[in-house]
Structure formats: C-alpha cells, structure tokens
C-alpha cells in the first residue's frame, strides 16, 4: 500500500518485519498497561507500509505514552510535555521525505499541548498524531485530564472535577482537521485498519486511541471491551457503508444531531450512510456527538478524511515557485542586491 | 540669487512628524541619497507603540535621526543639528533635544489653533518669543505642496500627502545631495498609480526649487564625502544584516534554513525579510506562538536544517523550556533575541540589554548555551555567521543578543567577499561509531566534545533522544548518579571551551590606565565617547565584548592590566555581575535603563571622571 | 435586565450613563480603527446591566484590540500576550460577584491564547469573552492571523500564506462552548443584543466580532457592510425563528449539514427554525460551516446558548459542602490532626 | 526463648522492594511508629521514575531510608545499617549504599532462578560467598505470610501482597516499635474490605512473632527517645509542611487561598494536599498547563487572593513570562519551585539545587523577585508563611525554592502554637490617595516602596493595570525614558529593601577561620558533616542562608570575616557565583550534581580538607 500520505518516502528495499521495528530498549510500562498492545499493534503495522525504516521518526511529548519512541527501532525524539505537535511540524515541514508519527497521551495533547494540536490540524502538516486517551494522568500519578468525565475522583479533586471534558474528536473537527479516526487499544484489527488510512492521508492525521491505564483510571473502557455490552455501544464507521451495528441503526435527526434508532423501526433508505469524503464537516461532528452521554454509543473508524494540500507540499511548492521564477539564490547578488555604492 | 555654501564636517538632522506623515519613508530617502553620496552615516529611527495614534497628539509623534559626516562616525548623534518638524506636537516632543541655535524647519500650516491646542501651546511658538535660542524657519510646506501640485488630477488629500516629499526635496537642496535615485524610488513605488508617482516627484522637485530660489534659506551645505576604506558599501539595518548572515550561514553551512518565529517588536522584521528569500531554500514558518517557533525550528535541526528562532524578550522566557531540551538533546539551533525594554511588555518599541542574565540563567538546572552579541548594524551579519559556526560545530542552541537600536538603525556597510566568509560546513554522521556497527549518539568528539550528528534518513544509524539525562555515550535514558554529574559536567565543559577570538583592547598609547568595556549596541556611543575623551587630551582604553559566553579566554588578564575597568550598559549591571564573580574584579558599572542608548557626551563625561577620579 | 450570568453581582444603586464607563484616557487606535465602533458600543451598554461599575473587571490580552480595558472606567488588566483566558479564570473564579470580560484579538485568542480560549470554553467559568476578529495582527503591524483567508499576502507571507484559517465559532463549538456568538463592529444594535445574551449567560459566553483593521486589512468585512451585498449574505440567527434572509432559507441539507435554498423552493416546515438552546451541539457546528467558502453566508447573532452550572459556581458548591459537612477549617486542628506525640 | 536487647543510639534502615511491593507504605508506617515512640528521625524516599517499571527489575526498585535515634539528628543517614530486601533486584541495586557489616534481611522466597537472572546474577547471593562481608538474614517472608494466611478467605495473590506488613512487623519487633497504631492504621485503610484487613494485620503480628520466636534473630535492638525540646510533634514531609504553611498564610493574612497548579513531579502533592481543605475556603484550579496555573494565580490576587503557584523547574521555565507581569503590576503572588533534576526533562524523581539562577533571572528585563528557599522539611511550613509575608508586604511575587529531597523527605515536626504565627493581613486600599479624590495605584509605601492594593469592587478605586511601563503614580502608560529609568529603579530599590532578619553564625568557640555557608536542603547534611568535624577536633562554623534575595544585611560582613568560606551546592556553584559578584569573595565551591543529596561523610572531609589546607 501506499497513499498520497507515503508518497515522498523513498521505499524499504528489503522486506521487514515486526522484529526490525523493536528497539533493544526494556519496554517499561505497568503490566497490563494498555499501552504494550498499542505498542505491539504499531510494531506489526509498520512493515506493512513498506517504507523505510531509516526515514521513520516517532516524536513524542512527556506522559507514560510519550516513551513510545524508545521502544521502535527507528529514529526517535522524546520532546517535552505537550510540544511535540511542534516539533513534528518543524521536522515534516523540513523534510517531507520523512514519515513522522506523533506519540501523545490526552494531559499530553489536550492539556498543555492543546493549542499546538489544535494548529497542526487546521495546518496539515504532513504527520500522524497518535492521541492516546487513558482519560487519566498516568506519569504524574493519577490526576484528572481533560478527558475525564465530569466528577472524577482523584488526587487532585477529592470531591470530584469540575470542568466538561473535552472530545477529542469534536475538538479536532472543529479546528478544521482533514482527517480524524478513533479506535480501541484492545482490537488490533481495528487499529492496522485505521493506521493504515493514517498513514495514507497526506496531511495531519489524528487518530484517537482509547487506552486502558490499569493503574489509575482501570476500565475506563470496559464497555467497550465486556462481550456483554461491547457489541450494543460500539458503532463502526465504514465509508459507504450503512451505519448500522447490532439491532441498531444511526440516522439523521430532525433537530439536525443524528440519532439512534431500532433498525427495524427505520427504512433503507433512511439509514445514514457514512461519508468520510465528505467536504462539509457537520456531519462527522454530529457522529462525533453520538457517545453523549457517555459511553452510550461510541463511534469507531474514520470519522472524516478529507483530502486538502498538505502544508510541507504547498511551503515546498513556494519555494520551486520562487526559484523557477528568479533562479536559485546567489548569496553575492543578494548583498550587492541594494543600493550600493563604491569608494576605492 | 547666488547662495553661499558652507562647508561642514557633520550633520544631525531629526524628520519628525505625525505617523501618518512618512517621516520613516523620508528618512530613508534621504539616508539613500547620503549613503549614495558617500558620506558615513548613522540613523536612528524612533516610532511611537501605537499603529497610528490619533493625529497631531504627542504619543503620535514618529521621528527618524540621521547623522552624516566626512569622515567615519560611530552613532546616529547625541542632538539633532536640524529639526524638521511637521507639526506642533512634533516640535514640543523633540525640543528638549535640541540645542540651541540649532536650525527648526516647522510646517507652520500645521500650527493651527486647533493644532496647538492638542499638545497644549497656548500660542504658536512660531510666532512668539519662546524659540529664540533657535534658528527658526517657518514654512508653509503644505500650502506650498498643494499649490504645487494644482495642475494634477489628483485629491487635495493626496496633494497634501505629499508635502513630505517636499520636505525631502528642499532639505536634499539644503545639503547638497544628489536627487536622481529618489525620483526613481518615487517613479518605481508608484508605479501603478502614476499620478501619485508624478505628483509626488513634482514635490520633490518643488522643494528642492524652494530651497534654491526663495530667501528663506540663504545658505546651503556641502558635507564632503567619507574616507572610509575601499570596497563596495551599501547602507544596512541591524535587522536586515542579521537575516542577510542568517542566509549567508545556510549557504555556508550548506544546510537549509529553517525558521521557526512568532511577530514580536522589534524582531518581526527579520521573519519578513528571511520570507522574501524563498530562492535560497529557506523556509519561514509563522507558529502559533514563541513555543511552537522554537519547537519546529528544533524539530528541523533534528532532521539536519539550520535551525533558528528569532523573537525579542518576553519570546525568549517562553522559550526557555525548548530551548533547554536543545541545550540536552545538543542539537543546533540559534535563537535571536532583539532585546526590547522590560519588564513584561515593557517598552516594545525601545532599545535595552536587560536579557543577558536571562539568556544565560533563564532555564531550569545546570543548562549552559554559548551567547553573543553583535556591536553594530552591519555587525548583525557577522554575528550571525558566527552564531551558526558554534551551534554546528558544537551542537548546541546559541542565543544571539541583537536589540532595538541596532534592528532599526543603519549604518554604511562594507560587503564582505563572499570567499572571505568562514566554512562552517557539517559533516553528517552515516557510519556507526560504536562497536559491533552501533551507534553511539553521545560519544563525543575529543576536540570539541561535541555529539555526532545523525539525521534521520541515514540508514543503520536510528537511535532516539530526549530530555531526560542521557548515559554517557549510548544516550540512553540514565539515572545513575554520576552519569547524570557527569553530564552536566561534559556539557558545561563543552561549552566553556568553545574556540573564541581574544579580546582586542584599543589602547593606542599602551599606557591607559582606565579600561572601558562595553558589549552589544552600546559600541557606537561607547567608541564616540573615547574619542571625544581622547581629543581632549586624555588616555583611555577601549574594549567590546561580542562573545558573552564563554568569555575570551584573555579577558581575565585584560581586566587586571587596568586600574580601573568601567563598563556602562543599558541595564543595571548584568555583565558587571558575571565579571565580577568569575574575576573578583571591581567593576565600575555606569546604567542607564531609559530605553534608547546611550549619547557620547553622557559617556565621555562618565569616562573623564572615572579617569579624574584616580 | 439580569440573567444568571449577573445574579451573584452587586446591583449599583444609581441609574448609570455611557460617561460613567468612559475612562480619562485619551484613546489610541487609527483613525477608522473598528474598535472604536466597539468601544462605543459596549461603552454605552454597559450601563443597562445596571451592576455595581466596581464590580466589573476587563481584562485583556496584547494586541490593538487588547487596549480596550484602559478606556473603560472599571477595573482592568491589560496582560500578555494570549493570556486573559488564563488570569480572567483565576479572577472570576475566585470572585464569583465580579463581572469579567475579555477583550482579545484574533492574534490573542487563536494563535497564542488558543489553549487558553479552548479550555475557558469547556470549563464555563463566568467570563464574557469579546474576540475581535480583524483577520489580521494589527499591533505588530500586519501579518496574517489564524484567521485570514488562505493565500493572504503579508509581510510574513510575501507569496501567501498556506494555512487554513480557525473557524472561531466551529473550533468554539468544537471546544465544548455553551455560548457562542458572533457579531459585526459596525451593527451597534446587533451587537448590543448579543451582548446583552452574553451577559445574562452564566458560564464562559464567546462573542466573536467582526472589526475592520483599516489599516492591514481594510475592507476584509465589507461584503457584510456594503447595501450592495450585505443583505444577502447575513444570515441573522434568533433563537425560536425561521432561519430565512433576503430571499433565502436555510434548511436541513441530506448530507448533515445545513443549506442555503430559494426561500420560495421550500415549504414552510422545512425551513430551520433556530433553537440555540438544543443541548446537542451539532445543528449549530453546521450553521457556522455556512460561510464556506468565506462570506458567501455569514450567520450572525447567537449560535448556542445552552445553560449548565458554571466552574465557579460548582466550586464554591465545593467549598460550602466541604464547610457544612465538617465545619470551616482550624488552623490548630489541621496541624494536630496526624499523629502526634508530645514530648515534656 | 529470652532474646538480648541492645541498646544503640541510631539506626539507619532501608526497606527495598519492587514497585509493587509496598515499600512506601512500610517505611511510612516504621516512620510513624518511631515518631510515636519519641525518637528523632529523617526520611528519604526514592521511587522509579516509572509508575510500575517491569517486576523485578532494577529501575522498577522503590526504597524508603529511614534514620531514627536517640539524640537529633540531621539526614536520612549515609549508609543503612539495615537493608531489607524484597527481592534480587532491591538487593543489587542497594548493595554498593550498604556499609560492610550491616545487616541484610533478604525475602528468600523470591531469589528465584528468574528473578536472579532479571537482575543478572548467575548464583544466589544468599547462597554463594558474595555477601559474607554482611550479616544476611534470609528470611522466606512470602511463604511465611502465605502460611500465616491460610485461614483467612482471601487469594493467594492478596495473601503475597501482605508480605511488607509481615515484614513490617519482624522489624517492629527488631526494634521495639509501639504497633498499636499501625493495627488501627491497617484497619482503617481497609475499612472497606475486612478481610484485607485482617490478614494484614495477621500477617504484620505473624512478622513480630516470627522476630519473637524463631532464632533467625537472636538479638534485638532499643533505642531510647530522643530528648527534643518540650512540645507537641508531628512526623511531616516537607511537600505537606509546606501545603500547611500556605493554609496558615491564608489564615494569618485573613485572605483565601487561591493555587492555580499544573501536575509536576515532585510538586504534585502540594496540589493534591490543598485540594482537601476546602472548608479553609481553598481553591484549588488543575489548570491546563503551567502558564494557565501562574496566569489564574495573578488573577485571583489582581482580585484579592494570596495567589499561589506549584512546580517545578519546567514548569518555572513556563511561567517566567506571567512572573514578570507580576514584578511588573506588583502583585503579590507565590511561586513554589519544588526543584529536581535538570537540564529540560532531567530526572523527575530526583533532587538538585540549579534553579537558583533561573529564579533570579529567568525573565525579560530587569525584573527583580525575592527568592527564599527552606532548609529542612518542616522547615517549609516557616517559609511558605515568610514568602507570604513578604509578597503581600511589598506587592511582589516570591519564589520559593524547595527540591525533591525536602519535598519527599520527612522528620518530627514541633507543632508551632497558632499565636507565635506572625500575623501577615493585608489592608486593602479603600480611599482615595491621590488629589481631588483620584486613585494612584503606583504612589508607594515610603517606607517598604510597596504600591496599594485596591481589589475589583471597591467603589471610586477603579483603576487599570498591565504590562507596559507605567508612569510612577498614576500608573499610566508612560514611555518616557527618565519615567522608565527610574521604574526600573524603584523596583529594583523595593526587592533590595526587603526586611530579612540577619544571618546567623554557629560558630561555638568564635574561632573558626573555615566558614560552611549552605542554603536549602542542604541543611542536614552540613550540619551533620560540621557535628562530625568538630567532634574530630577542628573549629568550623556555619550558618545557612533561607533568603537569597535579598541577602541578609550582615551577610558581607560575615564572609569577610573568616579566612575561607566554603559553600557546598547540589549545583556548579550558582549561590558562589552570587556572593562572589557582590562581595568580591573568593567563595570556594563544593559541587556534585549526582541528583541525591549530600552525605555527611562526604561533606566532613571536603571540610576538614579546607580547614587543614590552611
Ligand atoms: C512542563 C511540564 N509540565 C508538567 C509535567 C509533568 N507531566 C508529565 S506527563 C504529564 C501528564 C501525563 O498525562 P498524559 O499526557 O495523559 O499521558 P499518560 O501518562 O496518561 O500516558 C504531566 C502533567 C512535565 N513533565 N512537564
Ligand atoms: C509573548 C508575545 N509574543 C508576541 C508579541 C507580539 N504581539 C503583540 S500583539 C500580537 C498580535 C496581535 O494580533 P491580534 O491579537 O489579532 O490583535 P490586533 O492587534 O489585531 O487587535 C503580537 C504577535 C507579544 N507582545 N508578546
Ligand atoms: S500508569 Fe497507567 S498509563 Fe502509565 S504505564 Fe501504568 S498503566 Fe500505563
Ligand atoms: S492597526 Fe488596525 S486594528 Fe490596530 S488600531 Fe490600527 S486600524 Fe485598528
Ligand atoms: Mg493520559
Ligand atoms: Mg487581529
């Protein structure tokens, strides 16, 4: 495979495999932490874009997330909290011979990191932005984030917090984003499928991954994960496809959200069929408003992926225009370039 | 009428007018003609905060000073041998300035009651007693301009818009200078409203004519041209210098240029200009803000472009986390700061040096980065190239302290050949330097004790860094006790023995016995004040400071060879107190916080006492 | 007048006048400037809140616009650069009986202060925020903004600049905001009556207004100002009306969003009625996706307007359970409160 | 079986497990059981930087050192006289902290072939020769509490997890530790599940039994309370003190707290302990990032508030820019750097002096703050109230510098009588102060320089603030050169001017040539080191300084009169540099940057070098 998004990337010659994408550091996270199957999902994915390693940079910010880096065998910038959106930009926009992915967990990326993220989306820089969303502040030990629900217990709000989380997918269309996608830790599957569309598009690419922090916000997503109710919540999202899932069916609602209704209560025709193209946002965002209250319904997949210039293509393009136009830059011509004058 | 002609070896005129009326267009004009003529110069532009404050008020006056001579001169001058003044607040804001007898050129059009009330004169000073100490001609520039101007298909607005031109033309009159370019420059800035453009050098002309043919002005003036060394001269800016060295490193480097900026008075012209040079390879990227600057301007330098960020003060403190993971992952970046006056937002549009300390301390734990200054305008370009060499050939971030006076002012510069310019090429690491065909991203050059440079894309060579303490050599994550010791001992070592230049001292006599030091733009005034120190009679020595961290490596001997050291700068001794605790030395400081730099005459009378009071 | 957004601030006891918010200082912006429409504007609303004039509080940011509080007879801050998000959280939330607005520019608020602005709108402290879009940085003189129109030429962007600009009512919707408006500098009575909402909202209220940099960026408004075009593109929102303007009407489009059709092409039912109440926020994310492409359909007034308790409030509800619950603090039993021994 | 009981006048222990072994909690309940006994004590916790690094591994080792005697005593101790480890990994990575001779009690049951191979051990230790130079107790402390639980209905994992308390209870026993509190302690913390509860506590009278009767332990050990001054004590942590001090800052000064924080490792606990005394009328905001925290702080006390901030050096990096809005509006604000090791990420958990400097000077422009750091943990209590004194007297924000070392560490506490707490309240400024009525909110204090403080609702006072330079007085927007001039100089002249009580001199004889002078953390082990010198014979003296900014008065005089003055710091020499620049004294300098603190040991012989270098 390889979309618009791989197409400045010189190619791996040889085939890889899983194994050339371990680095030989001891991957430390909790045991059970959701972040090993994350961790495995990526390594097993990467082979599969057929690129080269060697032109692979994984740059994250700070949190139990952000040690993504040291664990993949490519090359790897372990940044500061919340900075590395920028980082990433200034690396992409450089070289866009390079496939960047973005490692963040949601204090990470929402929190202190929220401006830089919300301007790498509307920008479109050529990069991947894995959001790892445990709605806790792992590294830190367990304060809420910005994902976490309403009255939350935690050290830092013994009573309960105060403040609406964000959604992240909500938030990320409304800052004008090409291409937005949520998946689960847990569903390998479902994680290579959407990866693999990530790293497809050109342009910035946010991908939501629920993560189990076992340690101190255990089974957020259980809901998700439990036979007994995974199956009634989880709506997928497939593009052309009837959004539909187990007796269910989502379709457009008066009031102008979308809905929810027993399928057999709905025809055909009526169902909504889910257009990740489409140009106009407003209908990624009602799907995005789907798991209000939480939990109720939780769409997966694609929300919406839009194909628009990427920022390093069209600063690229500026600078062959310029050149065409008036050659390359003479560095004599340049400082002679003014008025000048002789004395001798 | 035959007018006499005096010969004079200087002059200081200041334009001064409402923002609205081109006093800076007008001042560059006639700094183009000066340069062209050949004259040394010096300039001193002076804008209000505001974008446009409300006309004829005080806060809306815009000035720009211009010192030209027959030989080399070192600061735009203390006062203005010449005021234009394009209306009353324009006077009143300027006056105190002024010495007496010198020349007032006011646009009494403009001294309308109305006028004059705004800035509080109850009468027009033009036609009371109080402007006698000076040479006063009134002249009705507007009315003049607009009679000009009848015969042109033009508003009566824009035939009074264009009275600054005419301003321009009787002064080019008054000292002789030549006129050709200027019409040009008018013809090509209008040359898609070509009635503008006519009009406008019709002003010109009609001033120029004013000057020759009424009695107004009995005299004119001939400056000769400089003596300034041989070679191609152009006239240059701190700020445009300073983007010029930027692209003169890139080239030289052959590394791509990358810049990562957010606008901040008085840095923002320096992202304009590197935008305008796309040709080079340069890409200027405007961030949301300071931090994501300096992040991407990282983010490039990690992928092997030349990284810079260019901001002013409150940039720099938010930069500082950033630019303390470059000071840890060594990897090259410059950071520019034009350094305005502070605290906070301060005096955005005035001049200081109240960023040393922060530049050097402002990041949390042990986190040393080299730091230079430039002295003058064109130096900005010189500095810049040597900011670049430390940061590649050391790995490193370096901080650049330019400021406000010398982003704005501007100076005759004598081009360098290109091949006299230093190779600061890299060499990328693509071969493993560890054993069994590992790579070792912190195993340092013996010499330089920099890290290699391995950029992405470099097949067998993937390795990942961070901001957490590195081991030794590998750079993997350490928390080992003496590793981390030894870190911050390796790193401070790099960066105190970066390879600088010696202090040169400008001691003609050998035998001062009072040293004055300086650093950054105070380096005109400074060179100002000696000479003046010097012509009456006394011995001083002179040194300046462009490398702030590390110091040169003779300084100590230099500082003890003196009885007395006194270093002025336009803060409250920042550099006095790193002298002071690595040299035990006690230096005289002289401050001044008052947001412009500093006169000669202040100066050379700071100077005499010390040297008096020995 | 006084909605929830006033009920915990002190009444004042005389009738007030324009002149009463007048400050001594002489106002600096360009002649023509649109801020000085809004200036005037807000000058002379203020007194129909009929609030203790000491109990109101501006505080801004840096920009042109940011000047604002120091012409305002109350008290006023005037900070930094994209911080009054940030300072005007700490004061409302301390001072519940304050009054607070924020004044910011589109440089402000969006670029610099976006993080802040996004995390205000989702927490809901009381603030009225007052964002003066002029599409461009004023004060720094004139380079393009996170709002200016792709391929804006600027000082910084000689060939055009490359990003897409911040919806700021979608990225505000996006953020969780339960008020969100937009209004014109020059429509004085439109933008009292969004004030007078914003007011009377308790939470974080964001007023977008459309000013004219006349300066960097003359006439960027002018199809909304022009008779020509003005009435033909402004599409007015009221809360319970028919969203319907010159000869058009905006209804329920298939694909989700919203669309703009003959008025006489659509039955009566069809036509969107507007419910800024509705707690779900996707029918108003769609109506700010109406001016694309830019001005083709602008919609002023009030977007969403939907109440929920504010942070303040829900704090001080904090405060006084944990007070009712074991009684105000005592310094001396908090520090004999963990194991003590006592030695003699 | 009667065992013999030895008397020892201190103990060093440290208890050493995997993460998930509970070894915090042990060592906090060993720590409250000694305090409750009356013995002086000092803590030393050191966790992983991971939350749970792999089981059994050597980054996943978390210990808790305590130091416990019969006389005060200064630090957690150089070296543990008892090592109780829970596994291979706690057992290698401790040993080279271990003293010949010292005991080892080491939990058998897990020098399994895997865990021993985890670690890198070919052998067991406790089979082979490798540890003869200790005294090793293996004792099987899983399958003993396993065995000790089998009656109770709980998992087999549950019953393993009760391990420490067993072990907990054979050092209670070893030690003749009161335990009564320790039962009420179990039962509460697992009110919820009582037969967790139970079996913990069977598990910690199983582990003293064991001690009682079995002959692996033939002596035990007793160790008299410590006679301290008369009073009321409290074991506390320096991150908890200083939570207290905020809350009796709020209390004396008659203003509600408001702290405006971002989660920082080692701030965090200061956040969450505000956060559950919300009847104080505590507010506490978990602010999107550290600019946030800083920028609602300001806002709350532009309203009224005691502002305060937590953090650490990241995090102060970030703020700097709010910092200066804060010097330059002049409001009173706390600043609280708990610092640990830098540069950028550094290591979190790890402790260090270097954000000296960047407190001082990591900001734009002459912007001067206090600075007052704590030197012990109970001793942040004392500051916390000091820095609030000091910020709502003079209207400035203040930075406090704790570190992780304070921060984490913990030692009896003599509870202050409330009405020996100063009382700091504020008057608001409610009138006029200016003519005709008219509010200057920049006419100052004559004696402290300090502006008034008129809050948002008090009629008539309206009055607008900000970052741009200010008129004096009025506090209008003012560019004038002199205004600025002298801004910058009153700023400078009110943070100069601030009331610091002198610095104090132990100096028993009064004939110490050699002075230690210290600051912060590194209190204990100076004064450790000092206690050890003296007892060999040699005079020295040492004082300590809690303010930084500004110094003491007598601070010059002291330096200059001993012949040499040495100033160990967990930095390279940032206070020397300091004291060296004002006083021209050659300091001399004592530095590792090893992230721990001092050891006594260490430090006694840097001293007695001094002092026999002579
Ligand atoms: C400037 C700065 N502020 C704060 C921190 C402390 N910190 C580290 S990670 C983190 C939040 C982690 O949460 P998240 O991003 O959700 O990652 P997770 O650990 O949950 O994967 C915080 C507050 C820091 N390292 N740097
Ligand atoms: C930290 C910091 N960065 C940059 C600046 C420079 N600056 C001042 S205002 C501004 C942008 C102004 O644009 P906007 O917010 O749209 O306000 P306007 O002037 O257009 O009203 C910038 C970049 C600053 N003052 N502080
Ligand atoms: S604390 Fe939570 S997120 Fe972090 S490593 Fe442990 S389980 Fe994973
Ligand atoms: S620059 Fe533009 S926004 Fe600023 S005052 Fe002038 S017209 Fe207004
Ligand atoms: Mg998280
Ligand atoms: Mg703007």
């Known amino acids: 495979m390889n979309g618009k998004g791989l197409a400045l990337i010189p190619r791996a010659e040889g085939k890889q495999t899983l194994k050339d994408f371990k680095s030989d550091q001891e991957v430390r996270w909790c045991p059970g932490c959701g972040d090993y199957a994350i961790l495995a999902a990526v390594q097993s994915f990467m082979p599969e874009l057929g690129i080269k390693r060697e032109n692979t940079v994984f740059v994250s910010g700070i949190g139990c997330s952000s040690r993504f880096p040291y664990y993949m065998n490519t090359y790897g910038f372990h940044s500061i909290h919340g900075r590395a959106p920028a980082i990433a930009t200034g690396l992409a926009a450089s070289r866009p011979d390079l496939s960047v992915w973005v490692i963040t967990g949601d204090g990470d990326a929402l929190s202190i990191g929220g401006n830089h993220l ?84 050109r342009g910035t690419s946010l991908v939501e991954i629920y993560q189990n922090c076992n340690i101190f916000n255990d089974g957020a997503f259980e809901r998700m994960k439990d036979p007994a109710t995974r199956d009634a919540i989880t709506v997928r999202l497939e593009h052309g496809q009837p959004i539909v899932f187990a007796d269910q069916a989502v379709r457009l609602a008066r009031t102008g959200g979308v809905e929810v209704v027993p399928r057999e209560s709905v025809r055909e025709e009526e169902i909504l069929v889910h257009d990740a193209h489409n140009p106009d946002p407003s209908l990624a965002f009602a799907l995005s408003r789907l798991d209000e209250p939480a939990f109720t319904h939780v769409p997966i997949g694609v929300f919406r992926s839009v194909d628009r210039p990427s920022y390093d293509q069209l600063m690229s393009e500026q600078l062959e225009a310029a050149t065409a136009k008036k050659g390359q830059g003479s560095l004599s011509d340049l400082l002679h370039g003014g008025d000048t004058w002789r004395i001798s | 009428m035959t007018k006499q002609v005096q010969q004079l070896d200087r002059v200081i005129i200041r334009f001064a007018g409402d923002s609205g009326d081109g006093m800076q267009l007008t001042g560059d004009r006639f700094t183009a003609e000066t340069a062209e003529f050949g004259n040394d110069l010096s300039t001193l532009p002076n804008f209000p905060a505001e974008i446009r404050a409300p006309a004829g008020t005080l806060p809306g006056v815009s000035s720009f000073q211009l010192h030209f001579a027959d030989h080399d001169i070192l600061t735009p001058g203390d006062a203005p041998n010449v005021l234009v003044a394009m209306n009353p607040a324009a006077l009143k804001a300027n006056l105190s300035d002024l010495p007496r007898g010198a020349d007032i050129i006011a646009n009494s059009d403009e001294f309308t009651k109305r006028n004059l009330a705004k800035v509080g004169y109850a009468e027009s000073p033009l036609e009371d007693e109080s402007l006698s100490e000076w040479r006063v001609h009134s002249v009705p520039l507007t009315s003049l301009t607009v009679k000009a101007l009848e ?27 030549p006129v050709e370019a200027t019409i040009k420059f008018i013809e090509s800035k209008f040359a898609k409203k070509p009635d503008i453009a006519k009009s406008n050098v019709a002003a010109f002309n009609a001033g120029w004519n004013y000057g020759e043919t009424t009695e107004a002005f009995s005299v004119s003036y001939e400056i000769k041209p400089a003596k300034l060394a041989p070679g191609v001269y152009r006239n240059i800016s701190g700020n445009q210098a300073l983007a010029y060295g930027l692209i003169a490193a890139s080239v030289q480097s052959g590394l791509p240029l990358f810049l990562g900026s957010y606008p901040i008075t008085p840095a923002s012209d320096i992202l304009h200009e590197l935008s305008k040079h796309k040709r080079f390879g340069i890409r200027t990227f405007q961030a949301e803000d300071e931090i994501a600057g300096v992040g991407a301007a990282l983010g490039a330098a990690f992928g092997g472009a030349l990284g810079v960020t260019t901001t002013s003060g409150p940039g720099v403190a938010l930069k500082a986390e950033t630019v303390g993971l470059a000071v840890t992952t060594e990897l090259p970046l410059i950071v520019v700061d034009v350094q305005r006056a502070g605290p906070s937002t301060g005096m955005p549009t005035k001049t200081e040096q109240t960023d040393l300390l922060m530049a050097l301390y402002g990041r949390n734990g042990e986190s040393p980065v080299p730091v230079v200054a430039p002295s003058t305008p064109s130096d900005c370009f010189d500095i810049a190239v040597e900011a670049a060499r430390i940061a590649l050939k050391y790995r490193t971030p370096v901080m650049l302290l330019s400021d406000g006076y010398l982003a704005n002012g501007s100076e005759p510069w004598k081009l360098p050949e290109i091949e006299d310019l230093p190779d600061i090429s890299v060499e990328f690491t693509t071969e493993p330097n560890g054993e069994d065909g590992t790579y070792l991203p912190f195993k340092r050059d013996t010499e330089t004790l920099a890290r290699p440079w391995a950029v992405p894309g470099t097949p067998g060579l993937e390795h990942r860094i961070g901001g957490i303490e590195k081991a030794d050599g590998t750079g993997n994550i350490s928390y080992d006790p003496n590793n981390h010791d030894l870190m911050v001992r390796l790193r ?53 400071l462009r490398h702030l961290n590390p110091f040169p490596k003779n300084i100590g001997e230099v500082l003890k060879s003196y009885d007395k050291v006194l270093l002025p700068e336009i803060n409250l001794g920042q550099l006095a107190l790193l002298l002071r605790a690595r040299f035990l030395v006690d230096i005289i400081s002289y401050n001044r916080v008052r947001g412009l730099p500093f006169k000669a005459e202040e100066l050379a009378g700071v100077i005499q006492d010390v040297i008096d009071s020995e």
């Open chain 2, 492 to 544: 401070q070592a790099k960066i105190d023995g970066i390879d600088v230049p010696d202090l040169e001292v400008d001691d003609p006599s050998g035998s001062a016995r009072v040293l004055v030091l300086g650093w950054g733009s105070t380096y005109g005034p400074i060179a100002a004040a000696i000479r003046r120190v010097r012509r009456s009679g006394s011995e001083v020595a002179q040194a300046h």
């Open chain 1, 118 to 201: 919300i301007h790498a989306l509307r920008r479109n820089v050529n990069l991947n932005i894995l959001l790892f969303n445990n709605r806790i502040y792992g590294l830190t030990k367990g304060q809420y984030s910005p994902t976490s629900e309403v009255g939350k217990i935690t050290k830092s709000t013994p009573m309960g917090s105060l403040d609406r989380p964000f959604n992240p997918i909500s938030l990320a269309i409304g800052a004008e984003a090409g291409f937005v996608a949520r998946t689960l830790d847990s569903d390998r599957k479902h994680l290579h499928s959407v990866l693999r569309e990530a790293a497809a598009h």
């Open chain 2, 151 to 177: 015969e042109f298909e033009i508003s009566k607005k824009d035939a009074e818009r264009a009275k600054n031109m005419f301003a321009l033309g009787l002064l080019s009159w008054l000292y002789h200078r």
